[in-house]
């Protein structure tokens, strides 16, 4: 599917035009470039450049086989570790051990499997859009074909409500207006003129005299000649984009790989270690030195993290499916509160992506402000003696061809956006738009077209002459056709300068601006008259910002997360809403499409050094956006991409956490997305953000369980060797252990709610390890206490005529009590048991006595006890081992009263205050 360059067809074309910049030609050229006319290709000729560029349509990716997915799961050093076990066992006999080693390798690699499961969706949600059907000529007829079968020189004819079916460069049109909000972030339809002049270059929001593929025709009529198919239109651009691209790692992805690496270098160094100490100490044969370092293996390796990981991320992905975010990713659960940068679209995602009339100015200054956004009516109208913008509202909704109702519990609009909001105006006036347009019935109307800039009607007037007409557009043009305007005190000469001064400081702030003006008359030629008339005042409209986006990013702010705008929209406009929002002062910089492209030109320092310091980013391609998010990740932000269109998907697909807009958002957009946010409330991001961190920090809690639980095992053995006695544990009994009586503990621990305050807190560093500083100390604190009072046990049962299995026995008992009484410590890392909400986690509050029982019960049955060579304990025996395990408790209790004391953490629950930020976190300033 190529496109054709309009420098290499026919020479009588006399074309000169880079390719794919099909914009800066003039129509006729456009035609003989592709060598066609306004009938359109012949049957024959269709045929033959169907075969050469192929199908209109978008290749989908092959997902990955299950096979293929299953096997993937085995690529961790600590399943090779495993499975080196598994086949010493199988070497010296030990064919129980083999089976369970082989058992857990499997249970993992089904867990792990289907979470990866997942099918690569984006190109094909792309692919959804061109499937449609579209009027063609061929042969000077028209067909309806399916659009796969549209070839470059195809022309095709819009009209409202068509979805664009390939990349065209119009012929001609009719009042015709395309949404292109999924492919530039405009949230204003963009009226088309196919003799526009526009230069080479152009970004895509500014290509009037074209229209491209899986955008939407609003309003009129249009015919154009197919330039570019598939994979050559812009939708196929950003679709190869998303469909080649790899989406970058989520963090907890390369935490716990990390982690994973550097648990299994110690733990294969350990196992030299205990060998050469077991040669150095001597006593041991082959066998027993083999069977001792499958058991260190075993002991140390946490093999119930996988099951643990993947029910503290459900956990997350239910909880905010609560606070309105679904995840598709479940990784992405971790990902979104390790963000430290948040890029967001501005239509649809800060603003509501509905124009609303905010300020109102009358010809002798008054000025009045407008609250309220969108379609709703709700909102005031705020200003002395509001009645005196009635006039200016009438000549609004009777030069207007749109509608406005309730229904279905909602408003509803029809029609262009700025003639609803005027509708809108007149509602919260408390005007009735039935009653004014049936005392006042139109008579005749001059459509809006962008080469005029202004539309108007002709009605009947309820006064004293016979007709009114209404016009309204452009302050420029309206201000051409004025001689008077009006005031309290009747019509006065036009006071020109004064009204550009206005019209020029409000635009300045990113306001659209409309004006309106009207004149009376005695007969209906009054339509063709448009000078002589009564300047009614300007209206200022804007998409605005949703109500909860600013407190949404103060709370980033707060949390330490900095948020940045990327929108295609015009500068001034993003300024001011950038503004609105806290994001940038008013001297601070707006980055442009074209100052992304110069930058990049000098360089990749350049570039991030531009994007380092900027919050605002206007006039945005999207391939620029990838290069934002690219060089952001470079200066070491993990980073979320929010958006609802077309043009965010190669961003969200690049970032570290893509976020789609649930209502407002394109199937792309939610294909390529990890998250999507179902009220498409940007404070819903920000509640996600913090069930983010309170799953990652249950993550932690779970991995500093089981790694001190290793740590301590790991202990035992070498001071076990150091001591001379027999292994203190086999194998199976270890993996009972780890997987069976405290792996429930593990799953539980995950259950665990927030603490509170978790958006107080500064963002974690991108590059910090998972194993941080902090739990290597509780590693070591928790580790050694149950490795030291493990084998002191085990020590004084063999020096006292136990036999090794009893020895074994009530050690396992012991390592279990530990277990029990770590498992609840680890609730908090820093809060005292006694101070949690004892049954705020009733999964772990019941898991551990239920762990204690399963303990037990598996030592009074038969064939269990046996392979896991288990004897019954009395309750003397259970209270000592109680009584020793408690030891463990108090250390860790002393170990918490330190941390509160030493780095002044909280000892009880907090919550959210936004205290204590630094200066620095102020809008337009780097934290």
């Known amino acids: 599917m190529a496109e054709p360059d309009p420098t290499s067809v026919s020479a009588s074309a006399s074309v000169s035009a880079p390719r794919g910049n099909w914009h800066a030609i003039a129509a006729d050229d456009a035609l003989r470039a592709l060598e066609t006319t306004q009938e359109g290709l012949s049957d024959t000729a269709a045929k033959h450049r169907l075969e050469r560029y192929g199908e209109n349509r978008l290749p989908r990716r092959a997902t990955t086989p299950a096979v293929v997915v299953y096997l993937r799961q ?6 090779y570790l495993l499975l080196a076990a598994t086949v010493v066992s199988l070497a010296v006999g030990e064919w129980t051990d083999a089976v369970f080693i082989f058992a857990v390798l499997q249970l993992n690699a089904v867990i792990g499997g289907l979470q990866e499961w997942k099918a690569e969706h984006g190109a094909a949600a792309l692919d959804r859009m061109l499937e449609t059907v579209t009027v063609v000529l061929r042969d000077g007829v028209a067909r309806r074909l399916d659009t796969a079968q549209l070839v470059p020189g195809d022309v095709v004819r819009l009209e409202s409500g068509a979805l664009v079916p390939a990349d065209l460069r119009l012929v001609s049109q009719q009042e015709l207006q395309v949404d292109e909000s999924l492919l530039t972030g405009e949230s204003l339809a963009v009226t088309k003129n196919a003799q526009a002049q526009v230069p080479e270059g152009a970004p895509l929001a500014e290509r009037f005299n074209q229209c491209f593929a899986g955008t939407t025709v609003t309003h009129g009529r249009g015919q154009g000649v197919v330039a570019a198919t598939g994979l050559d239109t812009q939708l196929g651009h950003i679709a190869h984009s ?109 603003t509501v992506n509905d124009l609303t009339i905010r300020r109102a100015v009358l010809p002798d200054g008054s000025s009045y402000e407008i609250t309220g956004e969108g379609v709703a009516p709700g909102g005031q109208v705020i200003g002395e003696d509001p009645s005196r913008l009635e006039e200016l509202c009438i000549t609004g909704l009777l030069a207007n061809e749109s509608h406005l109702d309730y229904s279905g519990g909602e408003w509803v609009s029809d029609g262009d956006i700025v003639d609803v909001a005027f509708l809108v105006l007149a509602k919260k006036l408390g005007l009735s738009l039935s009653e004014i347009r049936e005392r006042r019935a139109r008579l005749d109307l001059i459509p809006y077209e962008s080469e005029r800039a202004f539309s108007g009607s002709l009605n009947k007037s309820d006064g004293h002459a016979h007709y009114v007409l209404h016009v309204k557009g452009s302050p420029e043009k309206l201000l051409n056709m004025c001689s008077h305007m009006g005031t309290p005190d009747g019509d006065v000469p036009l006071d020109r300068a004064a009204i550009e001064a206005e019209f020029e400081d409000l635009a300045s702030r990113g306001y659209r601006m409309i004006a309106l003006a009207r004149r009376h008359a005695d007969d209906e030629t009054a339509i063709e008259q448009l000078g002589e008339m009564t300047f009614l005042g300007m209206v200022a409209m804007i998409d605005p910002v949703r109500p909860e986006a600013r407190t949404a990013v103060q709370r980033c702010r707060q949390g330490g997360i900095q948020v940045a705008m990327i929108t295609g929209d015009h500068p001034a406009t993003s300024r001011a809403i950038a503004m609105e929002l806290g994001l940038c002062r008013e001297d601070d910089p707006v980055v442009t499409g074209a100052m992304i492209s110069e930058a990049t030109n000098k360089g990749t320092r350049a570039l991030d050094e531009m994007i380092r310091t900027s919050r605002v980013f206007a006039r945005i391609e999207p ?45 792309v957009a939610k294909e390529t997305a990890d998250l999507i946010i179902t009220d498409d409330n940007f404070a819903s991001i920000v509640d996600g953000i913090e069930q983010g961190r309170i799953v990652y920090n249950n993550i932690r809690k779970v991995i500093g369980l089981l790694t001190a639980t290793g740590f301590s095992a790991l202990l035992l053995f070498f001071l076990t060797v150091f001591a001379g006695l027999p292994m203190p544990m086999i194998a199976v009994q270890l993996l009972w252990l780890n997987l069976v009586a405290n792996g429930l503990q593990d799953v539980a621990l995950a259950f665990e709610p927030g603490e509170g305050g978790e958006l107080d807190q500064r963002p974690r560093n991108p590059h910090e390890p998972i194993f941080e500083k902090h739990i290597i100390q509780h590693v070591l604190i928790t580790g050694t206490t149950m490795g030291v009072l493990a084998f002191a046990t085990y020590a004084y049962l063999m020096h006292n005529g136990s036999d090794v299995v009893d020895a074994r026995n009530l050690t396992l008992m012991l390592m279990v009590l530990f277990g029990n009484i770590h498992a609840l410590s680890s609730r908090s890392e820093t809060r005292s048991l006694f101070q949690i909400r004892f049954f705020s986690n009733p999964f772990l509050v019941l898991a551990v006595p239920f762990a204690q029982l399963v303990h037990i019960g598996a030592m009074y049955v038969p064939g269990i006890s046996d392979v896991l060579a288990l004897r019954p304990i009395s309750l003397e025996q259970w209270s000592v081992l109680l009584a020793v395990a408690l030891l463990l408790f108090m250390i860790e209790e002393l170990h918490k009263f330190w941390l509160r004391r030493q780095h002044d953490w909280p000892a009880v629950e907090t919550k959210p205050t936004g205290h204590n930020r630094r200066q620095s976190d102020q809008p337009g300033e780097e934290s």
């Not at 085995?74 to 399943?79: D, G, I, M, R, W």
């Not at 270690?273 to 390796?301: D, F, K």
């Open 623 to 667: 391939t620029q956006k990838e290069q934002i998010v690219d060089s952001l990740i470079r200066n070491g932000h993990f980073v979320a991409v929010t958006g609802d269109g077309v043009n965010d998907a190669p961003a969200m697909r690049h970032a570290n956490a893509g976020i789609a807009m649930g209502k407002r958002g394109t199937d």
């Open 74 to 79: 085995f690529k961790s050093p600590l399943v």
């Open 242 to 350: 998303v469909s080649d691209t790899e989406s970058a790692e989520a963090p907890l992805i390369i935490r716990i790989r990390r982690f994973t690496y550097q648990m299994a270098a110690a733990i294969a160094i350990a196992i030299l270690l205990l060998v050469g100490l077991m040669l150095v100490r001597g006593g041991y044969g082959t066998e027993g030195m083999m069977l001792m370092a499958i058991g260190l293996a075993v002991s140390t390796i946490p093999e119930g993290l996988p099951a643990a990981l993947t029910v503290a991320l459900a956990i997350g992905m239910r909880r905010m499916a609560q606070h309105s975010v679904i995840i598709r990713r479940l990784v992405a659960v971790e990902a979104l509160g390790s963000c430290t940068f948040i890029c967001s679209d501005k239509t649809g995602t800060l």
